[in-house]
């Protein structure tokens, strides 16, 4: 394995097209399957490097099969696989540690004898059942939105599809971005968590509370940040590589320095400043999407007291009307299930998302 690092979708691609694809030709030449690589991992977002090859990492891929092709095909291609596949690909092992069944695997040098790779064999029903939750011959409405994790959305719209007689492509096509209304609803559902805080800033810090003050701060940055993904239409992926993400987005290049200057404040009033900047330019690229009136981006006390605020209320109230959706319209601003929790247990775990509608299901009862 000491050969030079290659990102791992460009190795995937290549193992695919020099080695799989000949592989089910020669054994199952008629045999329609959809390939590529859109689960989860730093390879599929494409900041993969030398340190991620230590798991989940190496020549890999999924087949996608129709499922009475899955049913009568599926063992044999797999076997197929593993006795055909060469024991390594560029100098990197195809074989790996652990079962098909492991959630992390680790390539695993071995020399002969039939090859454990990491070729995930599946039918695109369960492999979207698994990863959001959703039967993918159903009709996706506004609200299955809130319960499609943002980081499993980033991985499918990053990854590649190698291969596709079973309309992959089409697949990933509808799930590219958020309808209107509900990338109307989940903007001002940002704004309103910043309203509920933005004068705590100060507050705290007023009270010789620096550390409240601080982390309101981090909190208010992180809203200011997922609003960033939101008004550029990205989708963003797990919390690892959320800054790396947030450095590529068009608004980073001023926000970014922004937000590590008010991380490094040693008060509150300089974290104020420093916010103030970063609410202004925020309220300023609001403006630019042109979906409400322009709304005021100067800062103002809070109430006539002397903390500063952009007064994000208004900014959510204006957004929230722009909703058409009667549904929509009815819901509280708890947005989706990436601004109700960011607890990995549970948006990594569609079967636990689930249990959040009821949040969602009471709210449209009380509304009736």
């Known amino acids: 394995m000491g ?59 999924s087949i996608f099969l129709a499922p009475i092709d899955l049913q009568k095909y599926g063992i044999e291609l797999d076997n197929a696989l593993s006795e055909q596949l060469p024991h390594d690909f560029y100098g990197f092992s195809t074989n790996f540690s652990g079962s098909k069944e492991d959630y992390i695997r680790r390539m695993e040098n071995s020399n002969n004898g039939k090859v454990k790779h990491l070729i995930r064999i599946h039918s695109l029903e369960d492999f979207f059942q698994q990863h ?62 910043i309203a509920t805080e933005e004068a705590f800033v100060g507050r705290c810090g007023d009270v010789d509370d620096d550390l409240g ?59 104020e400043s420093y916010l103030s900047k970063a609410y202004s330019f925020m309220a300023n690229k609001h403006n630019e999407l042109q979906i409400t009136e322009p709304l005021n981006s100067v800062v103002k006390p809070y109430y006539g007291r002397k903390y500063l605020v952009i007064s994000a209320q208004d ?20 947005g989706n299930i990436d601004q109700v929790t960011n607890t990995s247990r549970i948006l990594e775990n569609v079967e636990t998302i689930s249990k959040f509608k009821y949040l969602y299901n009471s709210n449209f009862e009380a509304h009736k």
């Open 213 to 271: 003050s601080s982390l309101i701060a981090s909190r208010i940055i992180q809203s200011l940040v997922n609003l960033c993904f939101l008004q550029e239409k990205k989708y963003i992926p797990y919390s690892k590589w959320y800054g790396t993400a947030f450095k590529n987005l068009e608004a980073a290049r001023i926000l970014y320095p922004i937000c590590i200057s008010i991380l490094h404040s040693s008060n509150w009033k300089e974290r």
């Open 3 to 61: 050969k030079k690092f290659i990102p791992g979708m460009e190795l995937s691609k290549k193992y695919y097209n020099e080695i799989v694809k000949k592989i089910i030709i020669r054994a199952f030449p008629a045999l329609k399957y959809s390939s590529g690589l859109i689960d989860y991992g730093s390879d599929v977002l494409g900041y993969d490097t030398e340190v991620s090859m230590d798991h989940q990492w190496g020549p890999r891929l």
């Open 315 to 334: 900014f959510s109230e204006k957004i929230f009307a722009k909703i058409n959706d009667p549904e929509i319209r009815k819901l509280n601003r708890i």
């Open 132 to 193: 959001l939750g959703f039967n993918i011959h159903d009709e996706i409405k506004p609200l299955d939105w809130l319960f499609f994790p943002k980081q499993r959305l980033a991985t499918i719209y990053k990854g590649q599809v190698f291969h596709d007689d079973l309309n992959l492509k089409a697949i990933k096509k509808k799930l590219e971005y958020y309808p209107i209304d509900i990338w109307y609803y989940l903007m001002a559902c940002e704004w309103e968590k």
